[in-house]
């Protein structure tokens, strides 16, 4: 080197390039340029796209919390996250860039944290630098050196918990020459929860580690709680409107079956790395590992995003929607077919007779409903949705429904039998499959009672005497 | 530290231990626990012996406000304005209104904010110590009926719903959960607890790594060394002792006393 220096009248900065292709041929062919303090998001949002067409150094700042939120309705759970909620806070930058990583832990937290990001090469993924105790702060640095969508999660032992209590996101490095433009971006990360009573079960439910170790969740969810990305929250776009979702898996254990119902993946970047398949139905999502999938919608509607795994979609909460507003296209989409494949059954195991016991005996018509409530969110509102209104054609309404209405007892059957075949709801046509759901004479007066009057209805009280006359047939 | 390390073999029988009990004058606050053996949580796949612990006295709760204050009051170097930064953090009684003011702080909740030097410095002025590892773990590890809580049903099960739950605030008086086979309070869920030897288990942080520590060194390691893949409560105790330095002083940490036969 100094034989370079002594000989030639390089200027410093030319003498700087030279040497740094020279030490890393190929590796880091562009200069780190200035600094910049990341900006992250919460799922669903995703950072803007990176413009910079040079590496840079790239400050994160990310707390680790530990909070009580709700995981569905009714049950609480104690999360520990990174950045207040889960999943963690998305984070992107750009292949090369450097990256100056703070990891603070709030001094309220009770355990120690660390991080591992899929995306550091080097030992622990960083866990081994970060390692943080309550009220501390550890700072590490890595180079992006591979662009790819990258899972990040906590690994302080007992590791398995620290995950499954939602302590994972995602990491975007962005290619050198960025990503193709698109309309909408979202995030969207799958995990599961492991919880001391069964799914629905009300009130603030610990960690059941048995059931972790058993790999059989009680929860499957899409960013970090049942009902995250539905109705009101659903994902948005219009008619044309071309979508990248960065899809992750934190686990702790199961393996993501991602579809999107009534969409095709034009292009996925299979496991979130650099190779590109085509016209994709289902991709999978290993724990621990991530997907790019890109799709443009071409007609309206709402769109159920759900693990095809599919008994995790309608009984344990992993599904999403998406809705696309604008004019319909009838050449792609007549309207008229029904997705009957993937009919939701509702957290309740479906039964063909019997009953549950049911510690819960309502004493009012007012905790009738409110109990009633919670079972309808658990059980009917997949597919009735929250506010009764159902999805024009597939699921018919309860919201105003003369169907409802004018047969209580016609009602009930349905709910402890099921029912299939062409019905007519306020004038519209539904040939739909509805299974019977396992509920007890109780549950299924409460959660009737609520619907009949709850979104507009005005109606009268089921009892549960009512409900045992239907169902033995009276 | 091979000798901290192995099974939990003979404990003595009740009967043996009340004897021990009526014969013992225990000092005032504290309670008498009766000896055995510590079988480590790190010990390479439960291939060690365990630890044996003597009989010794332990306070029957973790060390109060009210308790520090009058430590700090008699003893000025310890207190927050006075501490050397080598043994206290800026966080050391920061909950405090002041260097003798608890300000809000309720006297008889536990103390914290308190590094491990101010932790054994009390102990000492008191005429005790700080637990060892082995001793904690071995009074935390007694179950309501038995010495070995494990072999009572639910036992971990509730240890780890209580060690998981987020610290409650304002912090609850010390003594108001029931006490455990020894008589001894609020082991689990009301705040950690230094220990004497507390960077004795190597722990890194890269706790999946950790297993190759402990092979070659001795007694720290993440999840391929431990002898119980069960116990998580125990991992989330070693993980927190293995995070801190003796200068930490966290606002979920305090400390209890014990006291040799």
Not at chain 1, 202 to 213: E, H, N, R, S
């Amino acid at each position: 080197m100094t034989h370079f220096f002594g000989s030639f009248k390089y200027s410093l900065a030319t003498l700087t390039t030279v040497l740094i292709l020279f030490v890393f041929p190929g590796c880091q062919s562009e200069t780190l340029k200035g600094e910049e303090q990341a900006i992250l998001t919460h799922a669903p949002a995703v950072p803007s796209p990176i413009t910079r067409n040079y590496p840079t150094k790239v400050i994160i700042e990310l707390e680790t919390t530990e909070v009580v939120r709700r995981l569905a309705d009714g049950v609480d759970y104690t999360f520990w996250t990174f950045g207040g909620e889960v999943p963690g806070k998305f984070i992107r930058v750009r292949e090369g860039d450097q990256v100056e990583f703070h990891l603070n832990n709030h001094p309220d937290s009770k355990m120690p944290h660390n991080i591992d990001l899929h995306a550091v090469t080097g030992p622990g993924g960083g866990a081994a630098s970060s390692f943080t105790a309550p009220g501390k702060g550890t700072v590490f640095s890595f180079a992006a050196l591979n662009p790819g969508l990258y899972v990040y999660h906590c690994a302080t032992a007992p590791v398995g918990m620290h995950i499954a209590n939602g302590m994972y996101g995602l990491i975007l490095v962005e290619p050198k020459e960025g990503l193709p433009p698109v309309d909408q971006e979202y995030y969207v990360m799958q995990s599961e929860f492991y919880t001391h009573g069964a799914y629905g079960e009300a009130g603030l439910q610990p960690f059941d580690m048995g059931k972790a170790i058993l790999e059989t969740p009680d929860y499957v969810v899409f960013n970090g709680s049942v009902g995250s990305t539905t109705g009101d929250k659903a994902l948005t776009a219009k008619v044309g409107d071309k979508i990248r979702l960065f899809i992750g898996n934190g686990g702790p254990n199961l393996v993501s079956s991602f579809h999107v119902i009534g969409e095709i993946f034009d292009l996925v970047n299979t496991e979130g790395g650099s190779v590109q398949n085509k016209n994709v139905q289902t991709t999978l999502v290993p724990a621990g590992g991530s997907s790019i999938v890109e799709f443009t919608v071409d007609v309206p509607g709402t769109f159920i995003i759900v693990d095809h795994s599919i008994f995790r979609a309608f009984n344990k909460g992993a599904l999403a929607m998406l809705t696309v507003t604008g004019d319909a296209v009838p050449e792609i989409y007549s309207g008229l077919q029904a997705e009957s494949v993937y009919l939701p059954e509702g957290g309740g195991i479906q039964g063909l007779s019997g009953s549950t016991p049911n510690a819960f005996v309502a004493k009012t018509m007012d905790e009738r409903i409110a109990e009633g409530g919670r079972i309808f969110a658990a059980n009917c509102a997949a597919c009735h949705q929250a506010a009764g209104q159902g999805i024009p054609g597939v699921f018919p309404p309860l919201a105003g429904s003369d169907f409802l209405m004018s047969d209580p007892a016609r009602a009930a059957g349905a709910v402890i039998n099921g029912l299939s075949g062409p019905i007519e709801v306020n004038g519209v046509a539904y040939n739909g499959v509805m299974p019977g759901v396992k509920l007890s004479d109780e549950q299924v007066a409460n959660v009737l009672t609520y619907v009949m009057n709850s979104f507009g209805n005005k109606g009268t009280e089921m009892t549960p005497s009512q409900v045992a006359n239907v169902r033995a047939g009276h | 530290m091979w000798v901290m390390i192995g099974m939990l073999t003979a404990l003595p029988s009740a009967s043996l231990f009340a004897r021990q009990k009526a014969r013992t004058v225990v000092p005032k606050g504290m309670v008498l626990v009766g000896s055995g053996v510590y079988k480590a949580l790190y010990d390479n796949g439960g291939k060690f012996d365990g630890v044996d612990v003597p009989s010794f006295f332990i306070d029957e709760n973790p060390v109060t406000n009210a308790e520090f204050l009058t430590f700090v009051t008699q003893n000025p170097k310890w207190r927050r304005s006075k501490i050397s930064p080598l043994f206290a953090e800026s966080t050391y009684l920061a909950n405090w209104a002041g260097d003798v003011n608890l300000g809000k702080l309720g006297p008889n909740e536990p103390v914290t904010n308190v590094s491990w030097f101010a932790a054994k410095s009390y102990a000492k002025w008191k005429g005790n110590r700080l637990p060892t590892v082995a001793e904690w773990e071995y009074v935390a590890g007694a179950g309501t009926r038995s010495a070995r809580g494990k072999d009572e049903p639910g036992f971990e099960k509730r240890v780890l719903i209580l060690t998981n739950q987020p610290t409650p605030k304002p912090l609850p008086d010390v003594g108001q959960s029931s006490p455990n086979y020894w008589g001894v309070r609020d082991l689990h869920g009301l705040v950690w607890e230094w220990v004497l030897n507390f960077n004795s288990a190597l722990v890194t942080g890269e706790s999946r790594a950790d297993a190759n520590l402990e092979r070659k060194l001795f007694c720290g390691s993440g999840v391929v060394g431990a002898s119980d893949f069960t116990d998580y409560a125990a991992f989330m105790r070693f993980a927190f002792r293995g995070s801190v330095n003796a200068s930490y002083s966290g606002a979920n940490l305090g400390f209890r006393t014990v006291r040799s036969m």
